[in-house]
């Protein structure tokens, strides 16, 4: 009984979906390949493929050497903390959210191996950083891409508009950072050393990590995927073995959930009646159904009933935060560090934040 309860605690929004599932089931019964048709194939792709690159490239040593570098040159637990941060939301802006808690969160792990430093608040801002980052650029997150083709503005004008919303929610992010860690300096250990780096595996890796990327970015996933699977498996086959397959359970789930949340007759009457011509309206109803449905589904779903996309980026931009859901990147960060009690604690942090950032979203909206 007791490996069963560990689970459930471990395994918590995976339950949680399971459970949804089964209630929708039982109150609009679909027949299961239509479920299975609302999983987004590329997005699953994408996300294997990147599992698989992440643990090759951990298993070089690359991330522990990453680490050592870091903490020769940063001195403090708050100044490691704010450069991992600006860190993460500068690759956001270019490489979206997913990739770069890819990039960062492994650093992240290394480095708490190495000092006296809680990973779940660490891993908890850097979460949040990558979702406020992403905000600024049509190819920082998959909300942004497709507003940004819906709008059809520049890749100027977009950026310009999410621009004040960015600077807004990081300033915040920065003084969060600042007052969840200590300006005490960092101990490291006299013995810690730099373990060995496979030059030649994380070349390979690396190289294979860009070439992913871009096919992915041109919608050719599949066939990223394939190349990544042959190669590492020839070389590096524990790095297939040993990713997070649950993660990958879980967010085959949250398509079918959330999609079928969002294709319930009475969240598009709600979304009909809820005047969302008007910003300030669309931007809150886009902020609360991201806490339900998932920013990117919220912004799909109600593109079509307002008119004003900046108030809509604002509002699914805003609705990443708080609860976890809110985006997958969230779930990506809490499943790359499977640490005790990150689940509860990054609410603890995330909450409050979305409740600054809805604010601050709000008086933002009332000026475009």
Known sequence: MRPVIAFIKREAVLIVLLVALIALQAAHPQPWHALAGMIDRETMLTLGGLLVLTKAIEQTGAMNWAAHRLLHRVHSERGLAIVLVLFAAGLSTVLTNDVALFAVIPVAISIQKLVEMSLRRLVSVIALAVNAGSILTPLGNPQNLFLWHASGV??????????????????????????????????????????????????????????????ADLHHAAIGCAIVLVLIGLTRWRAIVEIDWLLLLVFALMFVVLRSVANLPIVHDACTHANLG???????????????????????????????????????????????????????????????????????????????????????????
């Open 154 to 215: 520049s890749f100027g004008a977009f950026v310009w508009t999410l621009t004040p919303l960015t600077i807004a929610l990081m300033a915040g992010l920065l003084v969060l950072t600042a007052m969840l860690f200590k300006s005490c300096a960092l101990d490291i250990p006299d013995d810690a050393q730099s373990a060995p780096v496979d030059r030649a595996a994380l070349a390979r890796a690396a190289t294979l990590f860009v070439i992913f990327v871009v096919l």
């Open 278 to 368: 008007e910003p300030l309206h669309a931007f809150f109803v886009a902020a609360i159904t991201s806490q339900v449905i998932s920013n990117v589904p919220a912004a799909i779903m109600l593109e079509s009933f307002t008119k004003t996309w900046q108030a809509l980026a604002y509002g699914v931009s805003v609705g990443g935060f708080g609860w976890c859901i809110g985006s997958l990147a969230n779930l990506i960060a809490m499943r790359l560090a499977p640490v005790k009690g990150l689940f509860w604690r990054f609410h603890v942090v995330s909450v409050p934040f979305f409740v600054f950032a809805l604010v601050v979203g709000a008086w933002l909206t009332r000026w475009i």
